[in-house]
């Protein structure tokens, strides 16, 4: 049986590693630019092939991973494509914007020529 305070603190630190989880679960959008372990982001492509039928232009898959990264789900390794996929659509989002607001901001300027 183990003592009460042991069980405490095994608790604590199962709940610590879930939380992570949860946090670099949700980080993963865009292109990462730090790991949340403090590591720093390298470009890494894979040596074997996705898939079989692979020619010479398709050697491995890309991808963002922690300089640091182990296989315990608290580091990055992010598929290139998925990452820039996220990046472009958040960049889509902003263009769409701005054209918005550059409609308004013409609006807003055709009115006061016309007042003055």
Known sequence: MTHPH??????KELKK?????????????????RCPCGG??????SPSKKFPSDFD?????????C?????DGLHFRQPWVFAIQDEV??????VDKMAVEITELKDELKRVRTLH
Do not use: Q, S, W
């Open 6 to 11: 042991e069980e405490y603190m095994d608790m």
């Open 17 to 33: 590693y879930n939380n992570m989880l949860g946090c670099i679960a949700d980080a993963h959008y865009g292109i990462p630019t």
């Open 40 to 45: 720093r982001i390298v470009d890494e492509v």
């Open 57 to 65: 232009t398709h050697p491995g898959r890309k991808y963002f991973t």
């Open 67 to 71: 300089a640091n990264f182990e296989d």
């Open 89 to 94: 659509k958040g960049l889509l989002k902003r």
